[in-house]
């Protein structure tokens, strides 16, 4: 039988997440955290409900998992988000040592790639899973915000 549990099938977990943000009016950035093919933390950005700069899917998402499983670290798991984590999250991601991180589109003017950020050594990354529906929702929302 075929495994149902792909890269596709969680990204579009944390895309269901992203446009709970979009109609909160936050920037529609989602993320759920998996271990064992189950979803054991899902989020969405928080910044302008709780008026934190830090409140970002990623940062809510380390922060349910590690409540989750009782421990800070996040070996074993994996983060899929819609949006390639800025330096802050990657930073918090680093110190969570998590397994591997799973974006769909790439922040070519924020992302920790283009900071020079650094991960985790044992932390794999895989980028443009559902790129084009990831990168669309942005767009949907930033001409929404423009009129």
């Not at 759920?32 to 998402?61: G, P, W």
């Not at 895989?126 to 001409?143: D, I, Q, R, W, Y």
């Amino acid at each position: 039988m075929e495994n149902i549990f792909t890269d596709e099938y969680f990204m579009k977990k944390a895309l269901q997440e992203a446009e709970i943000a979009f109609e909160a009016g936050e920037i529609p950035v989602g993320a759920v955290v998996v271990v064992n093919d189950r979803v054991i933390a899902k989020s969405h950005n928080l910044t302008e409900l709780l008026n934190d700069v830090t409140a970002h899917a990623e940062m809510q998402a380390i922060t349910a998992s590690a409540n989750f499983l009782g421990g800070k670290y996040l070996t074993n798991c994996t983060l899929y988000v819609t949006l390639e984590p800025c330096q802050m999250c990657a930073g918090a991601l680093y110190w969570s040592q998590i397994s591997k991180i799973v974006f769909g589109a790439s922040d070519l003017q924020r992302g920790f790639s283009k900071m020079g950020t650094q991960l985790h050594p044992k932390t794999i990354v895989a980028s443009g899973v559902l790129e084009k529906e990831c990168a669309g929702l942005m767009t949907a929302f930033f001409k929404s915000k423009r009129g």
